[in-house]
Antibody
Framework: QVQLVESGGGVVQPGGSLRLSCVAS????????MQWVRQAPGKGLEWVTF????????NYADSLKGRFTISRDNSKNTLYLQMDSLRPEDTALYYC??????????WGQGTMVTVSS | QSALTQPPSASGSPGQSLTISCTGT?????????VSWYRQHPGEAPKLLIY???KRPSGVPARFSGSKSGNTASLTVSGLQAEDEADYYC??????????FGGGTTVTVL
């Protein structure tokens, strides 16, 4: 079955950087679009970014453009999220998701990012 | 990219039906059939309940149903059960490889 294992979260100071990874298994990773969604503590879900199956098409939530970069390595079945110029409001649990029928069926446990001095 | 609008809370008694609305614009819900719904219990990851407005994934009971009219989508939970006490989120494609979530609705089973 679909398995998505996120890693790379941690505590970082404001202005710092982190790179999240997501290793996928149980499906044809190279044939699926992928996304990141986040959830701040006690808050709702927020869409972050999209990447097409071949990696050529990407888009981001307006509030994140210029600071976050999504990428993928289909040879390693791995999705990445490079996060720069981090702010306290980026503190959240980050989920990597497989785009399936324009929805997300099968969520991992996410990786927690805390931006604090 | 404005969030979809959901009521912050809703409640119902066991066995009753409950409907949660999700209002967007003509650029997201009104323009596409790509609306999905998720249920999230405290401390757990969300779970897909409905996709493409009214389709249920394998394993999701038939008491969950979805619909859309204009710029508003709705999720109906029939035969409310204690396990349905959770947060519910709607999601819609908004064109140009952008998606948007609703703010979430906390459902209480009385």
């Amino acid at each position: 079955q679909v398995q998505l294992v996120e890693s790379g979260g941690g505590v970082v100071q404001p202005g710092g950087s982190l790179r999240l990874s997501c290793v996928a298994s149980g499906f044809d990773f190279s044939g699926h679009n992928m996304q990141w969604v986040r959830q701040a503590p006690g808050k709702g879900l927020e869409w972050v970014t999209f990447i097409s199956y071949h990696g050529r098409d990407k888009n981001y939530a307006d509030s994140l453009k210029g600071r976050f970069t999504i990428s993928r390595d289909n040879s390693k079945n791995t999705l990445y999220l490079q996060m720069d110029s981090l702010r306290p409001e980026d503190t959240a649990l980050y989920y990597c998701l497989k785009d399936s029928d324009w929805s997300y069926n099968g969520w991992g446990q996410g990786t927690m990012v805390t931006v604090s001095s | 990219q404005s969030a979809l609008t959901q009521p912050p809370s809703a409640s119902g008694s066991p066995g009753q039906s409950l409907t949660i609305s999700c209002t967007g614009t003509s650029s997201d819900i009104g323009a596409y059939s790509h609306v999905s719904w998720y249920r999230q219990h405290p401390g757990e990851a969300p779970k897909l309940l409905i996709y493409e407005i009214n389709k249920r994934p394998s394993g999701v009971p038939a008491r969950f149903s979805g619909s859309k009219s204009g710029n508003t989508a709705s999720l109906t939970v029939s035969g409310l059960q204690a396990e349905d006490e959770a947060d519910y989120y709607c999601n819609s494609f908004a064109g140009n490889n952008i998606w948007v979530f609703g703010g979430g609705t906390t459902v209480t089973v009385l």
